[in-house]
Structures are given as structure tokens and as C-alpha cells.
């Protein structure tokens, strides 16, 4: 049974730095073909793509925000990072992170995590 | 980077069919065969619907189907029921190695 979960920081402060973990179960981010991805969605708004994460350590990030992401994986806790710089209000969303395969789709998603951003 | 076209809102009777359009571009849906559709519910995590564009994950009604013509993938719910009623996004893997997800349609049963 795959499960994946967020947490984070709720609140964040403009300009600040976002960290946020996505801890799995269920599958190895070792194992060939095998991805998690990130995807944020403002309150009422459609859902974004932010970023990705290959068994392999390959990376794709969104056009948009390439510059303010950065993602990183640890296999043995299995754990994805994400983190986002420069943090405004308009990125106050629920991020979500979900498994990929084979570049396939995203076929398990966690819950969601709300994040703030306000001073 | 630009989100995929998606109707705003699409509405049916029960029982009825109903079908949702995903318009790209040839760097997108019309370029790859990695279209996947999610249904949303209020205060949900997105729920994997359909995937490589016409395959239904284990689990999910064969109500749901999917086709793609050219840069327009389609998502159709036969037989429509209340409990379809929720926000639908299409998706699609990109010729730049990224994914991009449409605007979203409000599926409403009358």
C-alpha cells in the first residue's frame, strides 16, 4: 500500500524560505522508473506543477520557478525535500506531493499540506 | 509555460453523458501520449482517474473513459452520477520534461 504524506510549516513570512518533507511508504525511490513530484493549489485555483524527482537523482522543475526550487531525495528515510525561496503571498497554496512511474501520471497523491504566507 | 484549456464547467442529468475537453499543443498533448485526467472533490487530494490516455487504473468505474484527437484529449463519464460531481483536471507530460495540468471543469449534476 503506497502512502505519501506533507508536513511542513504552516505559516511562512515573505522573503522567507520554504521547506517542505514528503514522507513515503510503500515503494523505494530506488527502484527504476519511480518518481515523486510536487504540486501546489491556491485556494480555489487550479493545481500546479512545481517539481519532480527521479530514483536516478534527475530533476525537472517548473519553467516558472526553476530559479526558487530546489529537491532532494533520502532513500534510506524515504523522504523528498522541496524547498521554495523567496516566499510570497501568491504561493500560499495546499502542496501536495504524489508517486510517479514511469513518467506515466501521478497516481498516488498525499493529503496536502496548507501553507501561509502573510507577515 | 501554459496550463492546458479545459471548459469551465460542464453539467448533466443523471444517467446522461457527459465529456470534458483538454486542448494543448503539439509539445504537449498533442506530442505525447502521457495525457492523465484527475477528479477532485472539496478539500481532496486529486484522485488519478485515467492515465496514458485512455487506461483506467485499477479500481475506478469503466463509467470514465478517455480519448485524445490531435492537441484535444477528451475525458467522458457515462451514466453520469451525483457522485461525480467535482472538479476535473486533465494533465500532461511536456517536450521540455515537465508536466503541465488544465484549468479545471466543474462537473455538475443536475
Known amino acids: 500500500q503506497i502512502t505519501l504524506k506533507e508536513s511542513g510549516p504552516t505559516l511562512v513570512k515573505p522573503t522567507q524560505t520554504l521547506t517542505l518533507t514528503c514522507t513515503f511508504s510503500?515503494?523505494?525511490?530506488?527502484?527504476?522508473?519511480?518518481?515523486v513530484g510536487w504540486i501546489r493549489q491556491p485556494p480555489g485555483k487550479a493545481l500546479e506543477w512545481l517539481a519532480l524527482?527521479?530514483?536516478?537523482?534527475?530533476?525537472r522543475f517548473s519553467p516558472s520557478l526553476k530559479s526558487r526550487l530546489t529537491i532532494t531525495k533520502d532513500t534510506s528515510k524515504n523522504q523528498v525535500v522541496l524547498t521554495m525561496t523567496n516566499m510570497d503571498p501568491v504561493d500560499t497554496a495546499t502542496y501536495f506531493c504524489?508517486?510517479?512511474?514511469?513518467?506515466?501520471?501521478?497516481?498516488?497523491w498525499g493529503q496536502g499540506t496548507l501553507v501561509t504566507v502573510s507577515s | 509555460q501554459s496550463a492546458l484549456t479545459q471548459p469551465a464547467s460542464v453539467s448533466g442529468s443523471p444517467g446522461q453523458s457527459i465529456t470534458i475537453s483538454c486542448t494543448g499543443t503539439?509539445?504537449?498533448?498533442?506530442?505525447?501520449?502521457?495525457v492523465s485526467w484527475y477528479q477532485q472533490h472539496p478539500g481532496k487530494a486529486p484522485k488519478l482517474m485515467i492515465y496514458?490516455?485512455?487506461n483506467r487504473p485499477s479500481g475506478v468505474s469503466n463509467r470514465f473513459s478517455g480519448s485524445k484527437s490531435g492537441k484535444t484529449a477528451s475525458l467522458t463519464i457515462s451514466g453520469l452520477q451525483a457522485e461525480d460531481e467535482a472538479e476535473y483536471y486533465c494533465?500532461?507530460?511536456?517536450?521540455?520534461?515537465?508536466?503541465?495540468f488544465g484549468t479545471g471543469t466543474r462537473v455538475t449534476v443536475l
Open positions: 504524489a508517486h510517479n512511474h514511469d513518467t506515466s501520471a501521478y497516481d498516488y
Open positions: 510503500g515503494f523505494s525511490l530506488s527502484t527504476t522508473g519511480v518518481g
Open positions: 524527482i527521479y530514483w536516478n537523482d534527475d530533476k
Open positions: 503539439r509539445n504537449d498533448v498533442g506530442g505525447y501520449n502521457y
Open positions: 496514458e490516455v485512455t
Open positions: 494533465s500532461s507530460y511536456t517536450s521540455s520534461s515537465y508536466w503541465v
